[in-house]
């Protein structure tokens, strides 16, 4: 098997943007100005930006048999994984998302989950988890992020990280003392902790995670190594829409922490990264490239702040 660099697990969605001057009320039909049909989800989008980054990527997700399903294995297909295991289970559904993104790059989601729940801890095949640096897990049933969390720690040297948005606070205390990398957005942060981010930061810090960040948009990102708190400023960038954004920082900070980059190189990258995906309707249909990336890194508009 194939050594890699980081394995990402979790669902895999067919996302439908549109732009819209306002969502619809109720009974109310609206004219879209523009249509975008691609992918979102950890193991796509996560997986695909850290590919980009010429990492060694791994995904594992789960997919129905219809329509959504086939575009979605297209997708991933196209990003040549080094390592790509599909559950496919028959008269399921994949993950579908629709949003309506206003041109002031707010949003209105609708998320089908589709059959991710229906993967269990005893369909995976537990030797990939000895030949990865890095697993990172999001947007599946608790207990299996908790299965493959504890798996990770007993069994392996494998560094565990974990996309807790929309995590509940009673899934992120039962999580954290497993997870090596913890990154929720600061509106999961406000719902389930009501702290600021750098008090969420700490907390995740002192229940088990040695690296916690929070992302808060165009406010940058707070990170913490258990010794130093760091505000990273994100570029100004002109935002179009967000979705995938998260991902996107995932899969860039992963890459370049696998590196050997410190923390708050890493978060100014990743910031960078995944501010510039913003340009664009999806969450991969701009991939950033090293030019450009240079050319706003070195543009002198970024702050690393110690708190």
């Known amino acids: 098997m194939k050594e890699l660099d980081c394995l990402f697990i979790g669902s895999s969605t067919k996302d439908i943007l549109m732009l819209v001057e306002a969502p619809p009320a109720s009974d109310q039909r609206i004219a879209a100005r523009q249509l975008e049909i691609t992918c979102g989800g950890v193991s796509a989008i996560a997986g695909a930006a850290h590919q980009s980054l010429h990492g060694v990527t791994g995904v594992i997700t789960a997919l129905g048999d219809d329509d959504t399903s086939h575009f979605v ?5 196209r990003q040549n994984f080094a390592y790509a295991k599909l559950f496919t289970f028959p008269g399921q559904a994949s993950s579908t998302s629709l949003v309506q993104v206003e041109e002031n790059g707010k949003r209105c989601l609708s998320c089908y989950g589709g059959c991710i729940d229906r993967l269990t801890f005893d369909m995976l095949d537990k030797e990939v988890f000895h030949h990865t640096r890095y697993v990172h897990l999001g947007v599946m049933r608790p207990q299996l992020m908790l299965d493959i969390c504890r798996y990770c720690k007993e069994n392996t040297n494998a560094i565990v990280s974990i996309d807790s948005g929309n995590l ?4 992120t205390d039962m999580l954290l003392p497993y997870a090596d990398i913890f990154i929720p957005d600061n509106k999961t942060v406000e719902r389930t902790l009501h702290m600021s981010e750098p008090d969420a930061c700490r907390y995740y810090a002192a229940h088990g995670a040695k690296i916690a960040c929070v992302t808060a948009a165009e406010r940058g990102t707070y990170a913490y190594d ?40 890493a978060v100014k990258f990743s910031n960078v ?23 706003v890194l070195n543009g002198g508009s970024i702050t690393v702040d110690i708190l």
Do not use: Q, W
């Open 168 to 171: 509940s606070r009673e899934n």
């Open 226 to 265: 258990g010794r130093t708190m760091y505000h990273v400023s994100a570029p100004a960038v002109k935002v179009l829409d967000t979705t995938g954004a998260g991902d996107n920082f995932h899969g860039a900070i992963l890459y370049c922490l696998g590196r050997g980059m410190s923390l708050p190189d």
């Open 73 to 77: 294995e297209a997708f991933l297909a």
């Open 273 to 295: 990264f995944a501010s510039l995906t913003c340009e664009s309707l999806g969450g991969h249909t701009v991939v950033p490239d090293a030019g450009r990336i240079e050319e």
